[in-house]
């Protein structure tokens, strides 16, 4: 099985997520612009893999740029990063991931060549790391898992978020690698329905048991004792609020009310904890989504509709977070965090 996204002698390579689970399409793009595009139209998606994509756009201005010297290629680079930053605007990865590209073409000395050679290598580098990070989380993760678990999830936090292996996912995978009889409810996750066609895709592929529900199923599950933990990603970590797909509020209002704990397994690259939620941007897709189940129209013509992406679920309904340095409790992380991103 291949990585998510792949650099082939610059060209990178991706999952069309779109076409997925009916159809397995390979895309392979030569232009920043077009996967600013993949990654606006969610060919692929999940936090981590945005941000590894982005790096792998600028790779990919570097690798074809003409230009000879080194503050032409910069600019090149900087418009490219404008260009990926006005894609998606909640999952702080994508930025996380520019800043980081963007920061290392500058930081680097000589000639435009050098500077084009440094930036592919910091992409492939943040690749690797993402698969390093989740196989950790995953380690530390399975730690709250036990043989005969439940474990609900919601959206898709697996390999296709990620480079490979998954956040949430990772999580199960981990538990499962080691023997522990588990079995996964996926949320479906109106309105993209990840959890339908990516989780429960990935999961069946790789012989984990899956139960699918609907997301109006969560409740009930969790009352007949089917569920008694809770795993997902996350977008964005603030200070007072995980953001994550539309729907996991409900999730984790639900686990408060049955006692079920709920975890939240997210690398260091997806914090942000210097904002609060009053200062996150909340993507709105389009109405369509909401108002058709995929190309067919359910709604009437005319109809107001809201469809953010991602919803805020207050720390109070988290109890810890699992990322690749070890499980906190959000109080914790809090104080730990800015140590945390200093080792790195
Ligand atoms: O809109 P999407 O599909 O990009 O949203 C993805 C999620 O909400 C995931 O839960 C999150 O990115 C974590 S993925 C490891």
Redesign the pocket.
């Known amino acids: 099985m291949m990585r998510t996204i792949e650099w082939e002698d610059g060209v990178v390579i991706i999952i069309d997520q779109t076409k997925l689970p009916i159809k397995f399409v390979l895309l392979r793009m030569k232009k920043c612009s077009e996967v600013a595009s993949a990654i606006k139209h969610?060919k692929l998606?999940?936090?981590?893999?945005?941000g590894v994509a982005a790096a792998y756009g600028l790779a990919l201005t570097a690798f074809h740029s003409k230009a000879e010297e080194r503050e032409d290629l910069l600019k090149e680079i900087d418009e490219s990063a404008v260009v990926l930053r006005e894609t998606?605007p909640t999952?702080v990865n994508l930025f996380w991931a520019i800043d980081r590209i963007v920061g290392k073409a500058r930081a680097t000395p000589g000639e435009a060549m050098n500077v084009a050679k440094i930036v592919v290598a910091e992409a492939q580098r943040m690749a690797n790391e993402d698969v390093e990070v989740n196989c950790k989380m995953g380690e530390h993760g399975s730690r709250l898992i036990e043989d005969g678990d439940g474990v609900l999830t919601?959206?898709?936090?697996?390999s296709l978020?990620?480079v490979d292996y998954?956040?949430?996912l990772g999580v199960v995978r981990a538990a499962w690698n080691q023997g522990k009889k588990i079995r996964v409810f996926a949320a479906e996750t109106r309105p993209?329905l990840?959890g339908a066609r990516l989780t429960a895709y990935e999961l069946k592929r790789d012989c984990i048991p899956v139960t699918l529900i609907t997301d109006t199923m969560v409740g009930h599950v969790m009352s007949r004792q089917l569920v008694n933990k809770v795993v997902?990603?996350?977008?964005r970590i603030v200070r007072d609020a995980v953001i994550?797909?539309i729907g996991?509020y409900n999730v984790a209002v639900l686990a408060h009310e049955h006692g079920i704990p709920f975890y939240v397994a997210?690398p260091i690259s997806t914090m942000d904890l210097s904002h609060t939620s009053g200062e996150a941007v909340i993507e709105e897709r389009n109405p369509e989504e909401v108002t058709n189940v995929r190309s067919i129209r359910i709604a009437p013509e005319g109809i107001e509709v809201m469809n953010p992406?991602?919803d805020f679920t207050p720390m109070k309904y988290v109890s810890a977070i699992i990322t690749e340095k070890g499980v906190f409790s959000p109080e914790d992380l809090k104080t730990v965090h800015k140590d945390l991103k200093r080792q790195d």
């Open positions: 969610m998606r999940g936090a981590p893999l945005i998606r999952a919601h959206c898709n936090a697996g978020a990620t998954g956040t949430a993209r990840q997902v990603g996350a977008d994550n797909k996991t997210a992406a991602f």
